[in-house]
Antibody, heavy 112, light 107 residues
Framework: QVNLLQSGAALVKPGASVKLSCKASGYTFTDYYIHWVKQSHGKSLEWIGYINPNSGYTNYNEKFKSKATLTVDKSTNTAYMELSRLTSEDSATYYCTRSAYWGQGTLVTVSS | DIQMTQSPSFLSASVGDRVTINCKAS??????LNWYQQKLGEAPKRLIYNTNNLQTGIPSRFSGSGSGTDYTLTISSLQPEDFATYFC?????????FGSGTKLEIK
């Protein structure tokens, strides 16, 4: 069965970076794009971008182009998203998703 | 970017009721519209894809319809486990965009 297992919650200081992971299992990792989605507390969802695990090609929402960097490690079937220059506006739950399948989410809290 | 206007934002209903939730796109999205259910503390769950295709394992009381810019999610007879927040997502063009959500509450 398809499973996307995300890394645990992160508490990070303003100005720092954080790298979230999403480990895929139950399917051929390189056959499906991985998308990342942001959900601020109690609010709607925002699409950050996707990565093609086979080629490494990425497509970003313009809003997140200078904030997020998507990568993959094909040897471990893991997708990563690095968020840089964090501010309080980046505090949110971040999900990785492959069509109908979603990770459990990673809560990122930015606080000094 | 395509704007998705979802309505209503809040909906109060009773078990057994028939309810509809709407999403209006700012331009034609060619039926590339998905519906998701999200319960508190959980990831979204896809209910419907491409307007009217029921995701495997989702009860048949959920259905979707629409075309062009206007789309609807219908729950034919509400069950206690259906009280949640619902979102639409257009995947016709990038950036993908979501509706603002409908919180379905027990009357």
């Amino acid at each position: 069965q398809v499973n996307l297992l995300q890394s645990g919650a992160a508490l990070v200081k303003p100005g720092a970076s954080v790298k979230l992971s999403c480990k895929a299992s139950g399917y051929t990792f390189t056959d499906y794009y991985i998308h990342w989605v942001k959900q601020s507390h109690g609010k709607s969802l925002e699409w950050i971008g996707y990565i093609n695990p086979n080629s490494g090609y990425t497509n970003y929402n313009e809003k997140f182009k200078s904030k997020a960097t998507l990568t993959v490690d094909k040897s471990t079937n893991t997708a990563y998203m690095e968020l840089s220059r964090l501010t309080s506006e980046d505090s949110a739950t971040y999900y990785c998703t492959r069509s109908a399948y979603w990770g459990q989410g990673t809560l990122v809290t930015v606080s000094s | 970017d395509i704007q998705m206007t979802q309505s209503p934002s809040f909906l109060s209903a009773s078990v057994g009721d028939r309810v509809t939730i709407n999403c209006k796109a700012s331009q034609n999205i060619n039926k590339y519209l998905n519906w998701y259910q999200q319960k508190l503390g959980e990831a979204p769950k896809r209910l419907i894809y491409n307007t009217n295709n029921l995701q495997t394992g989702i009860p048949s009381r959920f259905s979707g319809s629409g075309s062009g810019t206007d789309y609807t999610l219908t729950i034919s007879s509400l069950q206690p486990e259906d009280f949640a927040t619902y979102f639409c997502l257009q995947h016709n063009s990038f950036p993908l965009t979501f509706g603002s959500g409908t919180k379905l509450e027990i009357k």
